[in-house]
């Protein structure tokens, strides 16, 4: 592939992430659909495994889970110069938002006009948020097992307040043990 080319792609990528950096609201989850569309959908860049696998890391390692799955999907496409691309993309709006609204705080949050769109927002937000975890679940969750283990998951964090580090840190500990239990019944592993 020559520069221009290589530069177009890149182009492409800062693009594509910064408009769904510009158009999301709410974070992560929020995002998924539209990573769904723009990067499954549209330009076949990754599968949903593989948005599932690179949410799963994300949100296991430190960092935004945006910026982070931004990263991983740049890296797979065009490697390192892909990845720095694909974060900055995903950054840049939210840091001109994040700098004009710290500016206007102030001076807008006590009209109730304003509160009431940030309450229509947080509405519209929780939607997606269903949108995105039933779709995961039906992806994601295919035996009565996992089912369980979704279970307890959302039982500790929702009921009990358990911090979702440790639910993440212990989902890892034991899909690492089932691992190596099944790869020893398998005999893999010595």
Do not use: H
């Not at 927002?121 to 009565?144: C, D, G, P, R, Y």
């Amino acid at each position: 592939m020559n520069n221009k080319n290589k530069f177009l792609q890149l182009l492409d990528m800062y693009l594509v992430f910064a408009k769904i950096g510009s158009f999301t609201i709410g974070g992560g989850l929020a995002m998924m659909p539209m990573m769904q569309r723009e990067l499954i959908q549209k330009r076949n860049w990754i599968t949903d495994e593989d948005l599932i696998d690179y949410y799963a890391v994300g949100q296991s390692t430190p960092g935004i889970v945006a910026v982070n799955v931004a990263t991983f999907v740049g890296y797979k496409q065009c490697g390192i110069l892909g990845g720095i691309f694909a974060t900055l993309g995903m950054i840049t709006p939210s840091l001109l938002i994040i700098m004009i609204l710290a500016s206007l705080i102030n001076s807008i949050d006590k009209y109730p006009y304003v509160k009431k769109a940030l309450s229509g927002i947080n509405v519209a937000v929780a939607a997606l948020l269903t949108s995105v975890i039933v779709k995961f679940a039906q992806k994601t969750v295919k035996t009565f097992v996992n089912f369980l283990f979704m279970l307890l998951g959302f039982v500790l964090v929702f009921f009990f307040k358990v911090p979702s580090f440790y639910i993440i840190i212990g989902a890892i500990i034991i899909g690492l043990i089932i691992s190596i239990v099944r790869c020893k019944r398998a005999g893999e592993v010595k």
